[in-house]
């Protein structure tokens, strides 16, 4: 099961039995809320309410949102799900729908919080351009120059193991550095020496090291042999967990500290960490104990406590209007309230091709994860490259990415529209609700 499967065709559906789940309509409701206590959590915010006409979207088509999602959660096909939809930069939906817990029943809010796994990756990539504007990271560098451990790696071969080519920040930040998943590459031995050393865990939370220190983590991982050589695919991989080692180190601070401090702080996510405080664990959102479509239990990371290493590929914790936030801010070209993040040009930078066509999409689940989608991947983010062929609406130049527990956001510069959906649904209908969202969102528009 991957961290996330691709916004618009996902890969799953090739598989019969998923293919079907994947059509099932199904789940309980959704309340329009335009109440302040909705809106107190946006505050300060140039992100603000307003009547969708103003901005040329239709109020009523809007609601096709409420009813459809209504049914999906009546139909308990999630717990819960709260949404959000801003276009020029004002919010025209935002909606806490369902239950926060099934086995409690407590409604779902606004400032409910949520597990968002692979949302954490394009922050943590932001972090790392923070650091380029700073002088302090080239995304050419190789990433030994940061974590020594990488200088010499190896890749597996059909024979044994051959030296690899230097593996660059620009990899890490493109998921190109030869690394892969251990629950979805189909390497053996590759799958083996993460389980061995603790990156993987079948049978428990596959891709949870919340146990393991940085260092523990850097050096148990240099050692294994890269599926690949750096640079010649795109394959869904700890890449990003990486690179929050390359943030630590360029930085000299705890990766959960530097973003706080250089993203969270300055945009006023309050709610955004790499664990829940006790204060705030009423707020934290489950799933279901089991997906309805398949049956297949579900286990969610432990997010109580501060974890041994802060994951920049799927440890953080946020809420819709936090999200919506640092959405925002990249559609703004890099500021939002007067808070300037990174330039214009630097945010026009990483939501840009970084493939062409000389770096294809592996072959294996880990390369399904982008493929289906007919999007592309700049520096973690997958951009799409013209308005027709996806089976989803969008525009060109539109990016996005998302969280194995079915948590979903996208920009779209070119229609001004920013949408984020989160919930704890990491089964199969999740692609079909995130295409859902995409689908009613844009036949909103009307100017």
């Known amino acids: 099961m991957t961290h996330l499967y691709p916004l618009i065709a996902p890969a799953d559906c090739r598989r019969p039995s998923l293919k079907r789940a994947f059509f099932m309509g199904a789940a309980l409701g959704m309340a329009l809320l335009s109440s302040q206590p909705a809106l107190a959590q946006l505050q300060p915010s140039a992100v603000r309410i307003t009547n969708p006409a103003d901005v040329g979207m239709s109020a009523a088509r809007l609601d096709k949102l409420t009813t459809a999602f209504n049914k999906e959660i009546a139909d308990k096909a999630l717990p819960g799900v709260t949404i959000m939809v801003a276009r020029k930069g004002k919010i025209v939906y935002s909606n806490a729908i369902g239950v926060r817990d099934a086995a409690k029943g407590d409604a779902m809010s606004m400032d409910s919080l949520f597990r968002i796994y692979s949302m954490t990756k394009p922050m943590a990539s932001v972090a790392a351009m923070i650091l380029v504007e700073d002088g302090k990271l080239q995304i050419s560098d190789p990433v030994s120059k940061y974590l020594p451990a990488f200088k010499d790696l190896t890749v597996q071969t059909a024979t044994g193991t051959e030296p690899a080519r230097p593996m660059t920040v620009q990899d890490l930040l493109r998921h190109t550095s030869g690394l892969g998943y251990g629950e979805i590459s189909p390497n053996a031995a590759f799958k083996d020496a993460l389980a061995k050393a603790g990156l993987y865990k079948p049978g428990n939370i596959d891709f949870d090291a919340r146990d393991m220190t940085p ?85 969610l990371i432990d997010v109580s406590k501060l974890p041994g290493n802060d994951s920049g590929g799927a440890g953080a914790v946020s809420s819709a209007p936090d ?86 956001f996208w920009v779209d510069p070119k229609e001004q529209i920013v949408a984020v959906m989160m919930m704890q649904s990491p089964g199969a209908m999740r692609q079909y609700h995130r295409n859902l969202l995409r689908q009613l969102v844009y036949q909103a528009v009307v100017d």
Not at 377 to 404: I, K, T
């Open 323 to 408: 999200y919506m936030r640092f959405a925002q801010m990249m559609l703004n070209g890099g500021v939002l309230d007067g808070q300037r993040i990174l330039s214009r040009t630097t945010v026009r930078w990483m939501t840009t091709d970084h493939l062409g066509p000389r770096i294809p999409i592996a072959p294996t689940p880990g390369g399904n994860v982008l493929f289906p989608s007919l999007y592309t991947f700049g520096l973690g983010l997958a951009v799409r490259p013209s308005d027709g062929l996806a089976s989803a609406p969008g525009s060109e130049g539109d990016y996005y990415w998302g969280g194995y527990a079915g948590t979903i």
């Open 215 to 299: 260092n523990e983590q850097v050096s148990s991982l240099s050692k294994i042999p890269l599926v690949r050589q750096p640079g010649t695919a795109w394959e869904y991989s700890l890449s990003t967990d990486v690179l929050g080692r390359v943030i630590e180190a360029a930085s000299g601070k705890r990766l959960g500290d530097f973003m706080a401090e250089r993203i969270f702080q300055p945009l006023g996510m309050v709610d955004t960490a790499f664990y829940v405080p006790a204060p705030k664990m009423p707020r934290l959102t489950a799933s279901f104990d089991k997906d309805p479509a398949t049956g297949t239990p579900f286990k």
